[in-house]
């Protein structure tokens, strides 16, 4: 197949991903981001309020307080605070050092990153937080809810909620729009994976423990994807859309590792050439530890760099 053919079938792949999900930006969203608030540690931060299907999400684009445009992380996950190492509800319960593990973005602007962290809105709509509430408590009212007033799925939403971040990002004029990636674990891995694969503009993106392929993951729960599951299709599908930029598939055995690996062997013998599609398998469970999570950083920096401008 000719490289125009090959780019026409991946445009139509990623047609028919965004339509099965519903993974399409709100025609009457809107964004608007605030002016900087310093925090007096050299670094700056800025409230963008995303305007999506009904809702107003605040993400929070947080840089290093230095001149010129910079690369820029997207982490979507449950809510901003967690991102940048601060508590909420949620976390109440939680050890200073499990808070600090999952700071994915603080983590990443004291490495010379911009990071937007993008909450997600099941979490901002959710049902009682604490140890004894199930997910299904939580999350499964607002996903009914959702059910009855919008047509896409829940995940779709999620991911056009994403969409219309990145429409943010590029209007920010000190960031560099070749140098956009994404990072997440597990719910924030879900997301990541879906965005990379269906917005070009993410040139580099790693996705911890996803749980990729419908067998391996609970996608059938209702604020995922209930019981719209594509039949003939996985997502081997996906890989094959982020293969010819960048992506990083890790796992701790739990939700991604060898048991799912077919799936990723799959994605590269369909794709011919596959060179941007990496895995990092390191079997110590679910939650990354710290030197995966220095590993992940280091891949992005690399992966990102590539398409620095002169």
């Not at 964004?31 to 800025?46: K, T």
């Not at 941007?276 to 030197?291: M, S």
Request: proline share 6%; hydrophobic share 45%; charged share 20%.
């Amino acid at each position: 197949m000719t490289v125009a053919g090959e780019a026409i079938e991946e445009a139509a792949l990623r047609a028919w991903w965004r339509t099965w999900l519903g993974a399409v930006p709100d025609p009457e969203g809107t964004f608007a981001v605030d002016a900087p608030v310093p925090d007096g540690s050299g670094v700056r931060r800025r409230t963008v309020r995303l305007n999506s299907y009904g809702s107003v999400l605040e993400a929070a684009l947080v840089s290093p307080d230095v001149p010129g445009r910079l690369p820029v992380v997207v982490v979507p996950f449950y809510e901003v605070a967690t991102v940048l190492g601060e508590r909420t509800e949620r976390t109440r319960g939680w050890s200073d050092a499990r808070l600090r593990s999952c700071s994915y973005g603080r983590h990443l602007v004291d490495r010379g990153f911009a990071v937007l962290a993008v909450p997600w809105w099941f979490e901002l709509v959710a049902g009682p937080v604490g140890e004894t509430a199930s997910l299904h408590e939580r999350y499964g009212p607002p996903a009914a809810r959702h059910q009855a007033s919008l047509p896409m799925t829940g995940l779709g939403r999620g991911v056009a909620d994403l969409l219309l971040a990145v429409d943010a990002l590029v209007s920010v004029p000190w960031i560099d729009p070749a140098r956009i990636g994404a990072l997440g674990h597990s719910l924030g891995a879900k997301l990541v994976l879906h965005l990379a694969a269906l917005d070009v503009r993410i040139r580099a993106a790693v996705a911890h423990e996803a749980g990729l392929g419908f067998a391996h993951s609970n996608w059938s729960d209702p604020w995922y994807l209930g019981s719209h599951l594509p039949t003939g299709r996985d997502q081997d599908q996906l890989l094959r859309l982020v293969a010819r930029r960048s992506f990083l598939l890790a796992g701790g055995g739990a939700s991604d590792g060898r048991h799912n690996e077919e799936l990723v062997d799959r994605a590269r013998e369909a794709c011919g050439d596959a060179a941007g599609l990496h895995t990092l398998y390191h079997d110590n469970g679910h939650a990354p530890p710290d030197h995966v999570l220095a590993a992940c950083y280091t891949w992005l920096t690399a992966h990102l760099e590539r398409n620095a401008r002169p």
